[in-house]
């Protein structure tokens, strides 16, 4: 998405070569970021544009992510697993929500291993209001191999953003 936002920035395109576009930001992501490629001769006819889309980022295709950021902020302050487990665990509903796209993924980051470091402190299980519509992401951090995070209690922190 990041990438057919900075292309559509700079360039336009109509309506009917939206699809294109996406096509294209799906291949290039592809080839830079997965260890294997979608089959070429399948996406060959729509991708002859694929320079276009490069060209006009300037071959800038790195952005820094949320995930980079969190890793980075949990070295930096020595975090647990814990720490680690529960700031997943309260930044994944987050990252899928409109209204968070106004933070800069640093700062996103860093909120979420402090919140994470705070909420630690507390001990009781987390109330059905906590779980909101997404609960695949609390389905997942409630067993043992995620080190039961979705048991936590948000610090207030959190609960003052939404």
Same mark, same amino acid.
């Given at each position: 998405?990041?990438?057919?936002?900075?292309?559509?920035?700079?360039?336009?395109?109509?309506?009917?070569?939206?699809?294109? #576009?996406?096509? %294209?930001?799906?291949?290039?992501?592809?080839?830079?970021?997965?260890?294997?490629?979608?089959?070429?001769?399948?996406?060959?006819?729509?991708?002859?544009?694929?320079?276009?889309?490069?060209?006009?980022?300037?071959?800038?295709?790195?952005?820094?992510?949320?995930?980079?950021?969190m890793r980075w902020f949990l070295k930096?302050?020595?975090?647990?697993?814990?720490? $680690?487990l529960v700031s997943f665990f309260l930044?994944?509903?987050?990252?899928?929500?409109?209204?968070?796209?106004?933070?800069?993924?640093?700062?996103?980051? #860093?909120?979420?291993?402090?919140?994470?470091?705070?909420?630690?402190?507390?001990?009781? $299980?987390w109330n059905t209001t906590s779980v909101?519509?997404?609960?695949?992401?609390?389905?997942?951090? %409630?067993?043992?191999?995620?080190?039961?995070?979705?048991?936590?209690?948000?610090?207030?922190?959190?609960?003052?953003?939404?």
């Amino acid at each position: 998405m990041n990438i057919i936002d900075r292309f559509l920035a700079v360039q336009s395109a109509i309506r009917k070569k939206l699809q294109l #576009v996406g096509i %294209i930001a799906l291949l290039l992501t592809c080839k830079y970021e997965e260890v294997s490629l979608p089959v070429v001769e399948d996406l060959i006819l729509i991708s002859d544009k694929e320079m276009l889309m490069v060209n006009a980022l300037q071959f800038n295709m790195t952005v820094p992510i949320t995930y980079v950021f969190m890793r980075w902020f949990l070295k930096a302050s020595q975090s647990d697993k814990k720490v $680690e487990l529960v700031s997943f665990f309260l930044i994944e509903p987050c990252m899928v929500e409109y209204k968070m796209l106004r933070f800069p993924p640093s700062m996103f980051a #860093v909120a979420f291993v402090f919140t994470a470091q705070c909420t630690l402190g507390v001990s009781r $299980e987390w109330n059905t209001t906590s779980v909101g519509k997404l609960t695949g992401v609390h389905r997942k951090y %409630i067993t043992s191999k995620y080190g039961n995070a979705a048991r936590r209690e948000p610090s207030f922190l959190l609960e003052a953003w939404f």
